[in-house]
């Protein structure tokens, strides 16, 4: 029997009840699509993006990469610097790495946005990411830039 490719889920901690609810519709998405997933863990979102190179570079390869976390707006600017160099460097790893990446990082305003872009029976931000991700390793396929 054939092991089943893997995806990596990278999931930010901070807010934790949010990221259950985003792994949980992501990993619904992943065993749908036949894969096999592994979790990793990250204390924040700024921790993403090395966690994904570190995998990345890691001996067992995984097929692609589900980035998810949430930064909430505070009173200061921290939010803006942590949202915006996180995405970046995912962006970065995604295109200069070739990497199969669905991005999931929730950036709201208040913890009820960040609820509702979690909550399972709704547009669940983790289950899209997973949908992206998948996407992305058949295009990968397609332009045979991975095994088939």
Same mark, same amino acid.
């Given at each position: 029997?054939? =092991?089943?490719?893997? /995806? ?21 998405? /992943?065993? =749908?699509?036949?894969?096999?997933? @592994? ?6 979102? +700024? ?5 994904? =190179? +570190? ?9 692609? +990469? ?10 200061? @600017? ?17 295109? @200069?790495?070739? /990497? ?8 709201? @305003? ?14 669940? =931000? ?10 992305? /390793?058949?295009?990968?396929?397609? +332009? ?5």
């Amino acid at each position: 029997m054939v =092991k089943p490719e893997k /995806i990596l889920l990278i999931e930010a901690r901070y807010y934790e009840d949010i990221a259950d609810a985003m792994a949980a519709g992501a990993i619904a998405v /992943i065993e =749908k699509g036949g894969y096999a997933y @592994d979790r990793l863990s990250v204390p924040g979102v +700024f921790e993403v993006p090395a966690a994904v =190179k +570190f995998a990345h570079q890691a001996r067992e390869p995984y097929a692609g +990469f589900c980035a998810m976390g949430c930064v909430i707006r505070g009173e200061t @600017d921290h939010y803006e610097h942590v949202a915006r160099e996180a995405s970046r460097a995912l962006m970065d790893l995604s295109v @200069d790495d070739t /990497i199969a990446l669905g991005f999931g990082i929730l950036t709201c @305003d208040t913890r009820e946005q960040a609820q509702v872009r979690a909550a399972l029976g709704g547009r669940n =931000k983790g289950a899209e990411a997973a949908e992206a991700c998948l996407r992305m /390793i058949e295009l990968k396929r397609t +332009f045979h830039l991975s095994p088939q």
